[in-house]
């Protein structure tokens, strides 16, 4: 019997700070299975008081895009970079709203190894916002020490080309080490070999809820 677990049929929340998270984060998990289930990508900040990230919004929309996610599930909000430890009770309250009128069933956030002050401030009120179900943290590698995947999922070739695909919209951040596709690759190749897949996206877990139960011999 399969010891995998299984995302289909599930509302998947995927919250992220800033444009080009969760594209780092969770970018073949949902390649590959955008086409299986409902979901949604919010970004709680434009980062457009930055003149040299003008595009990144569109960048976005676009790498969104060659995930194969619809426009009408990217959503994108307007709170300050790097302001948000101040901003605490209006984050809150943003994702109490994203979660009575989505109501997910598993919430990925940045992971808790993570420093950056805003992605840190995220988990910490998603934490809150979501209590009752599952949430996972997801790695960026600029910013996260420590981080050690303990929730991995295994994903195909396709969809790690697939990623590396979104992520080279980014015109903007073309340079940096992180959008290296030969470091997204070898990422993926050795979270696989602690999965002992070929590639795997990894997490690492914030609360798991769930319940024990017999399958029904038509589940089999």
Not at 77 to 84: D, I, L
Not at 117 to 126: G, V
Not at 131 to 145: K, P
Not at 152 to 165: D, T
Request: charged residues 25%; glycine residues 6%.
């Amino acid at each position: 019997m399969s010891q995998d677990l299984f995302f289909y049929g599930r509302r998947i929340l995927f919250v992220g700070a800033h444009p080009d998270d969760i594209e780092l984060g969770c970018g073949a998990l949902i390649a590959q299975i955008v086409s299986k289930t409902n979901l949604l990508c919010v970004t709680l900040s434009d980062n457009q008081k930055n003149p040299d990230l003008k595009n990144v919004v569109h960048e976005h929309y676009r790498s969104m895009a060659e995930l194969g996610v619809p426009r009408e599930q990217v959503v994108v909000g307007q709170f300050e970079t790097r302001r948000f430890p101040h901003a605490r009770q209006e984050i809150l309250e943003y994702l109490l709203q994203i979660k009575r009128t989505y109501q997910p069933d598993i919430a990925f956030v940045h992971s808790r190894a993570d420093v950056h002050q805003d992605h840190n401030t995220l988990t910490e009120e998603a934490l809150r916002a979501f209590r009752g179900m599952t949430v996972l943290g997801f790695d960026v590698i600029r910013s996260s020490y420590g981080f050690f995947p303990n929730f991995l999922v295994e994903v195909s070739q396709a969809e790690v080309e697939r990623k590396i695909a979104a992520l080279s919209q980014y015109e903007t951040y073309r340079d940096r080490y992180y959008f290296n596709a030969d470091i997204t690759r070898s990422t993926l190749i050795r979270n696989g070999a602690i999965a002992e897949r070929p590639y795997a996206e990894g997490f690492d877990i914030l609360r798991v809820v769930g319940s024990f139960g017999c399958m029904h011999a038509t589940d089999e």
